[in-house]
T-cell receptor
């Protein structure tokens, strides 16, 4: 069965700390990978995506993620978090060619203390 | 980016009544839209794929007679929760894709009392 697993459910960091959120997937075939962020009271927004090519992708707001095919992983990183990064983060996958039908991980709540 | 708008943002209804949620693509046409459900502290679960001019495709375990989907135009899909019960209380989110990116509505918080 297709699934996405996020390792951390709730992460608390101080400002300027480094962030890494784990994401592993189980999905047959070639996949596209995404990280979404949901700020309190707002829409889900795309942080970054991987379709092909360089496995290290850079997104908005200083986030990046690395696709490691052998580990079925797509971990999200940021060298130095800010208080404004406090949000819910979702990893998601879909099958190549089927952009809209996403399988989401459980989500990680990130709380950044000022 | 493209804008997807949901209405209402929140709704409270009595058990046994039906509730309609609208999802509109404001600045693009969407032949396909997707409906998700999010329980508290949990992830988004795909409920169904809404296809303009044809029947929706439901994910396994989703009752199609309970969650009626209509996609009558290229900019509007509706989800009707029929004979709502408290267990239907949840956060419902729609999305539509433009090129390779999915855009999400702001969600609708449904509370059934």
């Amino acid at each position: 069965a297709q699934s996405v697993s996020q390792h951390n459910h709730h992460v608390i960091l101080s400002e300027a700390a480094s962030l890494e959120l784990g994401c592993n997937y189980s999905y047959g075939g070639t996949v596209n990978l995404f990280w979404y962020v949901q700020y309190p009271g707002q829409h889900l927004q795309l942080l970054l995506k991987y379709f092909s090519g360089d496995p290290l992708v850079k997104g908005i707001k200083g986030f990046e993620a690395e696709f490691i095919k052998s580990k079925f992983s797509f971990n999200l990183r940021k060298p130095s978090v800010q208080w404004s990064d406090t949000a819910e983060y979702f990893c998601a996958v879909n099958r190549v060619g089927n952009t809209g039908k996403l399988i989401f991980g459980q989500g990680t709540t990130l709380q950044v203390k000022p | 980016g493209a804008v997807v708008s949901q209405h209402p943002s929140w709704v409270i209804c009595k058990s046994g009544t039906s509730v309609k949620i609208e999802c509109r693509s404001l600045d693009f046409q969407a032949t396909t839209m997707f409906w998700y459900r999010q329980f508290p502290k949990q992830s988004l679960m795909l409920m169904a794929t809404s296809n303009e001019g044809s029947k929706a495709t439901y994910e396994q375990g989703v009752e199609k007679d309970k969650f009626l989907i209509n996609h009558a135009s290229l900019t509007l899909s509706t989800l009707t929760v029929t004979s709502a019960h408290p267990e239907d209380s949840s956060f419902y989110i729609c999305s539509a894709s433009v090129n390779t990116e999915a855009f999400f509505g702001q969600g609708t918080r449904l509370t059934v009392v």
